[in-house]
Structure formats: structure tokens, C-alpha cells
């Protein structure tokens, strides 16, 4: 965990060695957040609103009648941005995914958890969907705890029942909108069109999905955070001293004193007048003035909270701002660290990686094999042959007609079935030939022959294979 920014003065409390959605019992401590205004909770309604419509439009929007963005991990088949990927790309991925690990790292780094705040999903729709719709129904902090706790009149029913059938509603879109990311768009259509005999497996997965949603949202909310999501964790092993985040600044803010009517007479204080609402407001429960903490998000509801007391108590506002640890407490700001140096260099190696690696991409490819358990074919003419398998693959978005000739004197491709090998964009072709010679002109046992590949005219696979027949007339 990373470096705590407690004043020696603070008391330190067992939160280190707690959660604070937990109860010393064990039990779930529900979080009541208090509605919060202010500079920050308003750009973040902004943001939220621009990423939940590109979040929705994403699986409308195609380029040529294909998706823009398709992530089928079913067929192992990946469009990101337009590209296409297919299984053969698994080295592209691996790199695309390192890069984009390595750029959280970085981020992070530099900015702490800026991503968790602003534009993680989960929190988008908890606290920019879910939580205000909660808000509307039931009302603020208080008046959910009271209703919570309060009997079964027709007025709790009423409430309850409506936000639990307005969360399902929205948990199922959200269910269907991860569908149309996983299968496309099309084809969620086709599900919800059709009878669910029809599709099945797509319904089955339909309900599963937005399940998983209705759970998380209505009950398991900050537990997603804290106890599922990896990334709060790593916040031990990314953050330093010099990493910006949430923070309260302990230097001016201590030692806390309530606002008393005789404050002449009392000796002088922090700045924080130790009112509360930076808990109340935590969407996590913790108390920020704590120090950095595993469960804070970076939401910002505390320092909008912490400023509107500021200003009413007509004192400078930024008690609890983005800081880092030495910004506070020594009062300068280094970013381009050290380790953010080693971040950048190594970010910029794999930018450069992939991009060669793409430039350099076949869009078809093709792989021969010997059918299995054959070795040659000894002909009435005179001829030997041997069978072969052929896997072509179509990475672009168009049909492409495929030739195959060999190289090697005398020997001839004679391909089984269907002559006309046509591949359509973005398919997987499965066809078998033959290579026949006459048996007089094998010199050696095992002979290398190169087949050459062309699509529209044009080479794009050269592949050496096997021929294997007894030598002349042996």
C-alpha cells in the first residue's frame, strides 16, 4: 500500500486493518453516500454523459457494413477501431494489451486513479445512472437509511418496487449493449426479434449479462471496487510520493476543531473544522483525511463537499484537492520521474512494435499440411500423389479469389472438390489438392516442393511442404 499521509498528531485508527463497508461483526455496512455538489460532480456529469453515448453508440457505428468495434471472444474473432484480428494475430493482441497495461501503469503512475473516478464504467453507471436515479426515488443519504430501516408500509413497497423495476430495465439495455460489443449488433437484434428457441444460447446469455449487471448495481456496488477490481490493489506497487491524487492536505487542515461560538479563546487550529462530510459523501465509506487508502477512487465528491464548507466558513478553498504526497508536504510537484522516464521509454518501444508488426501484417494467409495418416498414392497411370490440406484465411474486407501453383518441375496441383476458391471478407476456407508427378521422375524419397499462393492475381504466401514417393519405379 502506498505511503499514508498521516500527521503524527492523528490518531491512527483501525481502518488500516479494515474495510469500511464492513461492520466489526462481519457484516455488510451499507454505504450511504450524501448527495454531493459542486465544481468537479459537475464536470463528471458532463463526461459521463459524452462516454455513456459513445459507450452506447459504439455498436451501431460501422465502417463498409462491418462493426467499428466487435471484441467475440466466442470465435476468437476482434475488430478494435476497424482492424480486424483473428486468432493467427495472437501476437498483435498480446502486444496491444501490453501496451495498454503499460499505459495504465504509466498513467497511473503520474496521475493515480484518475481512470476510477472519471471514466471507469462501473462507476459511470453507479454513480451517474444508478445512484442518481436512487436519489430520486428514495432521496438523500438520510432519507434511504430511514426508509431502509423502517417498516413495510405501502409507501416503502411503492419506492422499492419501482427503483428495482427501473434498475432492471436499465440492466438488461446494459446486458443487451455488452452482447452487441461480444456479437454484434445484427445479431442481438436477431435475438430479441426472434423466439428465444430460435437463438437459444444468445437469450440464455441476454439474461446471464444483465443478471450479473442487476446484481452489481443494486447490491454489490462499492464491493466491486474494493474487493473484485485488481487495479485498487496495485495502487501499493504503483504510487509514490510524487504521484498525484485525492488527497487531504494534513499540513493545513491540522489539528481538526469544530467552529465554536468562543473561538477567541481557544488555542489556533487547522482548517478543518472536522464537520464530516468528506465521509458522507464517499461513495466508499472511508474517511480521506486518512491518508491515501485502497478504497478511494478519486471520485472528487469529498473535495466538492470539503470546498462548500470552505466557503461558508469563509476560509481557502482546496483543504482536499489532487495533490501529491510531497506537494503537501513540501510544497513542490515532480512529474517526469525517474520511474515515469523507464514507463515512457518502455511504452514508446511497444508503440513502435506494434506499428512495425501491423505495417508489416499479411491480410490473407494459408497453411499447408499432409493429411493425416497418408503417405502416397500410387496411380493406374503411372502417377504418384500425395493429399494435402489447405487453411486460407481472409483478414480483409473483401472477396478474394485464390490461386495455387507449384513450383517444382513436373509436379501438378490437382485440387479436390470445388476448383473456384473464393474467400469472402473475414472468413476461414478449409479445401484439399493433391500433388501428383509421375512416378518415373521422383529422384529422392522425400522431395522439398515450394507452393506459391496469389490472390487477384497477386503472391502473397510462399510455403514449402513435403512430397513423399518411392523413388523411380521402386
Request: net charge positive; charged share 20%.
Given at each position: 500500500m502506498a505511503k499514508k499521509n498521516i500527521n503524527p498528531n492523528l490518531n491512527p485508527?483501525?481502518?488500516?486493518?479494515?474495510?469500511?463497508?464492513?461492520?466489526?461483526?462481519?457484516?455488510?455496512?451499507?454505504?450511504?453516500?450524501?448527495?454531493?455538489?459542486?465544481?468537479?460532480?459537475?464536470?463528471?456529469?458532463?463526461?459521463?454523459?459524452?462516454?455513456?453515448?459513445?459507450?452506447?453508440?459504439?455498436?451501431?457505428?460501422?465502417?463498409?457494413?462491418?462493426?467499428?468495434?466487435?471484441?467475440?471472444?466466442?470465435?476468437?474473432?476482434?475488430?478494435?477501431?476497424?482492424?480486424?484480428?483473428?486468432?493467427?494475430?495472437?501476437?498483435?493482441?498480446?502486444?496491444?494489451?501490453?501496451?495498454?497495461?503499460?499505459?495504465i501503469i504509466l498513467f497511473t503512475v503520474v496521475f493515480g486513479r484518475v481512470w476510477c473516478g472519471w471514466a471507469c464504467p462501473q462507476t459511470l453507471f453507479m454513480e451517474m445512472v444508478f445512484r442518481k436515479i436512487e436519489y430520486l426515488i428514495e432521496g438523500d443519504a438520510n432519507q434511504q437509511r430511514t426508509l431502509n430501516e423502517g417498516p413495510w408500509t405501502g409507501e416503502k413497497i411503492w419506492k422499492k418496487g419501482l427503483k428495482i423495476s427501473v434498475f432492471g430495465l436499465i440492466s438488461l439495455l446494459i446486458g443487451h449493449l455488452v452482447m452487441a460489443y461480444l456479437i454484434g449488433i445484427d445479431q442481438v437484434i436477431q435475438i430479441v426479434t426472434q423466439p428465444p428457441t430460435a437463438h437459444l444460447?444468445?437469450?440464455?446469455?441476454?439474461?446471464?449479462?444483465?443478471?450479473?449487471?442487476?446484481?452489481?448495481?443494486?447490491?454489490?456496488?462499492?464491493?466491486?471496487?474494493?474487493?473484485?477490481?485488481?487495479?485498487?490493489?496495485?495502487?501499493?506497487?504503483?504510487?509514490?510520493?510524487?504521484?498525484?491524487?485525492?488527497?487531504?492536505?494534513?499540513?493545513?487542515?491540522?489539528?481538526?476543531?469544530?467552529?465554536?461560538?468562543?473561538?477567541?479563546?481557544?488555542?489556533?487550529?487547522?482548517?478543518?473544522?472536522?464537520?464530516?462530510?468528506?465521509?458522507?459523501?464517499?461513495?466508499?465509506?472511508?474517511?480521506?483525511?486518512?491518508?491515501?487508502?485502497?478504497?478511494?477512487?478519486?471520485?472528487?465528491?469529498?473535495?466538492?463537499?470539503?470546498?462548500?464548507?470552505?466557503?461558508?466558513?469563509?476560509?481557502?478553498?482546496?483543504?482536499?484537492?489532487?495533490?501529491?504526497?510531497?506537494?503537501?508536504?513540501?510544497?513542490?510537484?515532480?512529474?517526469?520521474?525517474?520511474?515515469v522516464k523507464g514507463y515512457t521509454f518502455l511504452l514508446m518501444l511497444l508503440v513502435a512494435a506494434f506499428i512495425s508488426l501491423i505495417a508489416t501484417r499479411e491480410d490473407l494467409e494459408g497453411t499447408i499440411t499432409r493429411f493425416p495418416g497418408m503417405t502416397y498414392q500410387a496411380r493406374p497411370d503411372g502417377k504418384v500423389s500425395n493429399l494435402y490440406n489447405i487453411t486460407l484465411i481472409n483478414k480483409t474486407f473483401e472477396p478474394q479469389s485464390v490461386t495455387i501453383v507449384s513450383m517444382a518441375d513436373g509436379m501438378e496441383v490437382e485440387i479436390v472438390g470445388d476448383t473456384n476458391w473464393v474467400l469472402e471478407p473475414q472468413t476461414k476456407f478449409e479445401g484439399r489438392f493433391f500433388l501428383v508427378k509421375e512416378q518415373s521422375d521422383v529422384?529422392?524419397?522425400?522431395?522439398?516442393?515450394?507452393?506459391?499462393?496469389?490472390?487477384?492475381?497477386?503472391?502473397?504466401?510462399?510455403?514449402?511442404t513435403n512430397f513423399m514417393a518411392p523413388v523411380g519405379g521402386k
Open positions: 485508527e483501525s481502518f488500516r486493518d479494515a474495510l469500511a463497508s464492513v461492520r466489526k461483526d462481519g457484516k455488510r455496512n451499507w454505504v450511504y453516500p450524501k448527495k454531493v455538489k459542486g465544481f468537479f460532480y459537475k464536470y463528471r456529469t458532463y463526461l459521463s454523459w459524452l462516454l455513456l453515448a459513445i459507450l452506447f453508440l459504439g455498436p451501431f457505428i460501422k465502417v463498409d457494413g462491418r462493426p467499428y468495434m466487435l471484441l467475440n471472444i466466442f470465435e476468437r474473432k476482434f475488430i478494435i477501431f476497424g482492424a480486424a484480428f483473428w486468432p493467427q494475430d495472437t501476437h498483435l493482441l498480446i502486444f496491444l494489451l501490453l501496451i495498454f497495461f503499460v499505459f444460447a444468445g437469450f440464455i446469455g441476454l439474461l446471464v449479462f444483465s443478471g450479473i449487471f442487476m446484481f452489481v448495481f443494486s447490491w454489490f456496488r462499492e464491493q466491486a471496487c474494493i474487493v473484485v477490481c485488481p487495479y485498487g490493489r496495485l495502487q501499493g506497487v504503483l504510487l509514490d510520493d510524487n504521484s498525484i491524487n485525492v488527497m487531504y492536505n494534513y499540513v493545513r487542515g491540522e489539528p481538526r476543531s469544530p467552529i465554536r461560538k468562543q473561538a477567541a479563546e481557544i488555542a489556533p487550529k487547522g482548517d478543518c473544522i472536522d464537520c464530516g462530510l468528506c465521509v458522507q459523501v464517499c461513495p466508499t465509506g472511508i474517511d480521506i483525511r486518512n491518508g491515501t487508502q485502497m478504497e478511494c477512487v478519486n471520485c472528487t465528491a469529498c473535495i466538492d463537499a470539503c470546498d462548500e464548507v470552505m466557503i461558508k466558513v469563509d476560509r481557502p478553498v482546496g483543504l482536499i484537492r489532487y495533490a501529491s504526497e510531497n506537494s503537501i508536504k513540501q510544497g513542490f510537484q515532480k512529474l517526469f520521474t525517474g520511474r529422384k529422392v524419397p522425400q522431395e522439398k516442393v515450394h507452393l506459391v499462393l496469389s490472390a487477384e492475381g497477386v503472391e502473397f504466401d510462399d510455403i514449402e
